[in-house]
């Protein structure tokens, strides 16, 4: 059975830092890039970070760039966000999903690539 569980969420202070993770099971980690998703109350689903397959390239969206951090580790099944300088912005429910193909600076972020999806982790950041 193909799953992908998020975890690591929480409640943080502004400046603050969380680390998510997101376990894999039932395919192979190492052959899909993974990518993180957030929905913030009443906004469309975004994507934040990706992580390719082959390469390890990342991507990230320009509103978390600098301040988050994607990485893998296969042999884990896992992959991770790290997200420091928190903002009260930054409150969603985020998701890790899984895309089969290569991702590109232009597509990374088209949900409908993706095919495997977890349930989400609520990160609520406030003061």
């Known amino acids: 059975q193909v799953q992908l569980v998020e975890s690591g969420g929480g409640l943080e202070q502004p400046g603050g830092s969380l680390r998510l993770s997101c376990a894999a099971s039932g395919f192979t980690l190492g052959y899909y890039a993974i990518g993180w998703f957030r929905r913030a109350p009443g906004k469309e689903r975004e994507g934040v970070s990706c992580i390719s397959a082959i390469n390890g390239t990342t991507y990230y969206a320009d509103s978390v760039k600098g301040r988050f951090t994607i990485s893998r580790d296969n042999a884990k099944a896992t992959v991770y966000l790290q997200m420091n300088s928190l903002k009260p912005e930054d409150t969603a429910v985020y998701y890790c999903?899984?895309?089969?193909?290569?991702?590109?600076?232009?597509?990374?972020?088209?949900?409908?690539?993706?095919?495997?999806w977890g349930q989400g982790t609520q990160v609520t950041v406030s003061s």
């Open positions: 999903a899984a895309d089969p193909g290569s991702p590109t600076m232009t597509l990374w972020s088209n949900s409908d690539n993706y095919i495997y």
